[in-house]
């Protein structure tokens, strides 16, 4: 009894059959897309991002939601209050206008670091430490897009070669309803009036593919874990991996290690050395040597920074906000889609194929021979590492 209760919480969401999704590589990509759902939206639009800054890509979005406001078009902003900080008061203030709300997830006490830290490490307050990280734009019911991207010039900029790499998937169907859900569950839990839109029956896709929402609600809710750990494990074929910070649980190494050595093609394709967090990368370097040894194969994408977040395991696909580092899944609120079919498995394939091609794959011997000064700052980040898994114990 207990079991059923604890799947059915992580994983409020059942598969649904009929969906169409198209995977859409770069910013200079998805954000027209975004865009160009915005402005043919006639009803509603939701939006739930974790990072916004002001620049020209948020001036875009803006531009492109006040057009529709005017039109009657019901917007609803959900925005971390601590990705948000980026987003200039005078990007704000063209925002304060009729069909706009904005909802700050999370309010923080205190905009100034240092005392946030005084009060998460010497008053032991962590609340600020819950973060929503999801990425989604829903548009009149209709579509939706997902993946790691924020509205940020990162991943549209004026210099293309700084362009981070990354992957959004655009969704119809009935999944649909499963994310605007998942947005109105996120919205009431900080709103002084909750958020009521009427029901509604998205329509099917002929011949379309079967997918599932999944997501974490920090310390309460770990479908897309389960739902990772679960493929890894029951994986035959392949189990390719994309993540931006590479800090995963010894249960997913362990599986990973067993795979490849049952004869799973088990590769991961990481940042290399153009990364916005130099220290997440030092400290996912200390689990290569095992990886390796064990036959696991490790891609570093080389021309810019890989920020995309999508794992393929045979034919099933994950993709969303979650990095699937310890970090992310202990403090932050996660969401995914995940997709069971043979063509877009064929698709995504071919995705991670034109990534390898630009990344440099170690082996197990380079590895192991590699100078005593390149090693240092991996020692240096492994014991912050290890400070903050002490800080996590002492929360519980």
Same mark, same amino acid.
């Given at each position: 009894m207990n079991k059923h209760k604890t799947t059915a919480r992580n994983y409020p969401f059942p598969w649904r059959e009929n969906n169409r999704f198209e995977f859409l590589v770069d910013g200079t990509v998805f954000f027209p897309r975004m865009l160009g759902a915005i402005d043919s939206a006639k009803e509603t639009i939701l939006l739930e991002m974790y990072l916004i800054q002001s620049g020209s890509v948020a001036t875009r979005f803006i531009d492109a939601l006040k057009k529709a406001a005017s039109r009657g078009v019901k917007i609803y902003l959900l925005l971390d209050d601590y990705g948000a900080t980026g987003l200039k008061q005078q990007d704000r203030d063209r925002l304060a206008q009729?069909?706009?709300?904005i909802l700050y997830y999370n309010p923080l006490h205190s905009y100034n670091s240092l005392y946030n830290l005084y009060r998460i490490f010497w008053k032991r307050v962590d609340l600020g430490l819950y973060r929503d990280h999801r990425? @989604?734009?829903?548009v009149d019911n209709n579509i939706a897009f997902t993946g790691g991207a924020g509205i940020t010039d990162d991943f549209d900029p004026p210099e293309p070669e700084k362009q981070w790499r990354e992957t959004v998937v655009e969704i119809k169907g009935p999944v649909i309803k499963d994310w605007r859900n998942l947005f109105l569950a996120s919205w009431n839990r900080y709103a002084k009036l909750p958020l009521t839109l009427p029901d509604i029956a998205p329509a099917s896709i002929t011949n379309g593919q079967r997918g599932r929402v999944t997501c974490n609600i920090a310390r309460h809710v770990s479908g897309i874990q389960r739902s990772l750990n679960k493929q890894t494990y029951n994986a035959?074929?392949?189990?390719?991996? =994309?993540? =931006?910070?590479f800090v995963p649980s010894w249960r997913l190494r362990r599986k990973l290690k067993r795979a490849a050595r049952a004869g799973v093609d088990v590769r991961l394709l990481l940042p290399g050395p153009i990364t916005d967090h130099p220290g997440v990368r030092y400290t996912s370097h200390r689990f290569y040597s095992r990886l390796l040894k064990n036959g696991v194969r490790i891609f570093e994408y080389?021309?810019?920074?890989?920020?995309s977040k999508t794992v393929l395991c045979d034919n099933w696909v994950t993709i969303g906000s979650s990095n699937f580092d310890r970090w992310n899944l202990r403090w932050n609120q996660e969401a995914n889609q995940e997709i069971e079919s043979l063509d877009i498995a064929a698709t995504v394939e071919q995705i991670f194929r034109a990534d390898f091609k630009h990344c440099h794959e170690y082996t197990y011997k380079e590895?192991?021979?590699?100078?005593? @000064?390149?090693?240092?700052?991996?020692w240096f980040w492994r014991q912050a590492e290890k @400070?903050?898994?002490k800080f996590n114990q002492r929360r519980r």
């Open positions: 009729q069909n706009i709300q990425k @989604l734009l829903l035959r074929q392949r189990i390719w991996f =994309a993540t =931006a910070y080389q021309p810019r920074f890989l920020h590895w192991q021979q590699r100078h005593w @000064l390149t090693r240092l700052p991996e @400070l903050s898994i």
